[in-house]
C-alpha cells in the first residue's frame, strides 16, 4: 500500500453485505476519508447493526453466516496488465481464490451486467474536464484484462465458516458407517470483517507487481536516507 501511495494510487476494501442484509451503495469519496465506523467494517450503520445481530444469532445456535466484501483501487494508470493469459481482473481473481474462504469474485456489475442490454452495460466516453473519461463504469475499471484508468470495483463473495459447533454428518472411513461430528472449541460466527485487510492486501500486491512490469515502479527502489520514503523515478 505505501509503495502504491507513492503514485496516488489507494486500495480499500468494506463490508456490502453479511449473511444475506446489504448495505446501501457508498461513495468513493467517502472511503478515502476514513475506515468504516462499524465492528463489521461497513459504512451503513443501520444495516451494520442489522449484520452484527444476525452474526449474534448464529452464534447462539451455533453456525455462521458469510458476507460480500468491496474492494476498490482508485487512480490506478490505464494500460495495466495484458489481454490473455496476464489479464489484470483474471491476476486480480487467482489472488482472491487463493484466500481459503473466498467462493466467488466479480468486477464492475458482474453477473448484473448478463441480464442487461450492450447499450445499457457499454461505458460510453466524453470529454470531462477537458479530459477524455468514461461516462460510467459499468466494467468496474478494467476491459480486455487491461485498466481504462478509472477506479477498479470487484466484489468477493465469502463462505460461512466451515467449523461450527452444531452436530454435521460424515463418514467414518475406517468403519465404511455413517456418523455424526461435533468440532470442539471456538468457533468465528463470521470471518468477513477478518477478511477485509487480506482482500485489500492482495489487491495492492497484484497492482504492485503490474506496476513493476509495466516500468511505472522500478524493479529495484532507492530510500531516500532522511525520509526512508521510496523514491520513484520520473
Known amino acids: 500500500?505505501?509503495?502504491?501511495?507513492n503514485l496516488g494510487i489507494v486500495v480499500r476494501a468494506h463490508t456490502v453485505e453479511i449473511a444475506g442484509i446489504a448495505a446501501g451503495p457508498v461513495d468513493p469519496a467517502k472511503l478515502l476519508e476514513s475506515e468504516p465506523p462499524t465492528l463489521v467494517g461497513c459504512y451503513d450503520p443501520d444495516a451494520s447493526e442489522k449484520m452484527v445481530s444476525e452474526i449474534l444469532k448464529s452464534k447462539a445456535e451455533g453456525d455462521s453466516v458469510g458476507g460480500v466484501i468491496e474492494a476498490l483501487a482508485m487512480n490506478v494508470p490505464p494500460g495495466l496488465g495484458e489481454p490473455a493469459f496476464d489479464a489484470l481482473d483474471g491476476e486480480l481473481a487467482r489472488a482472491f481464490f487463493a484466500i481459503p474462504a473466498v467462493k466467488g469474485v466479480e468486477f464492475g456489475d458482474g453477473f448484473s451486467a448478463s441480464r442487461v442490454r450492450g447499450s445499457q452495460n457499454n461505458d460510453q466516453y466524453g470529454i470531462l474536464?477537458?479530459?477524455?473519461?468514461a461516462l460510467s463504469n459499468h466494467a468496474g475499471g478494467i476491459l480486455g484484462g487491461i485498466s481504462t484508468g478509472t477506479?477498479?470495483?470487484?466484489?468477493?463473495?465469502?463462505?460461512?465458516?466451515?467449523s461450527i459447533s452444531r452436530p454435521q454428518k460424515t463418514v467414518d472411513i475406517r468403519g465404511n458407517r455413517d456418523v455424526e461430528i461435533r468440532i470442539p472449541g471456538r468457533?468465528?460466527?463470521c470471518i468477513v470483517p477478518r477478511a477485509l485487510p487480506v482482500v485489500e492486501a492482495m489487491m495492492a500486491i497484484v497492482l504492485a507487481d503490474h506496476l513493476i512490469r509495466s516500468s511505472l515502479v522500478p524493479p529495484v527502489l532507492r530510500v531516500h536516507v532522511e525520509t526512508r520514503k521510496p523514491e520513484l523515478e520520473t
Not at 500500500?1 to 501511495?5: E, I, M, Y
Open 1 to 5: 500500500q505505501k509503495l502504491l501511495a
Open 129 to 133: 474536464n477537458g479530459r477524455i473519461s
Open 151 to 162: 477506479p477498479i470495483t470487484c466484489r468477493v463473495a465469502i463462505k460461512p465458516t466451515p
Open 187 to 189: 468457533h468465528d460466527p
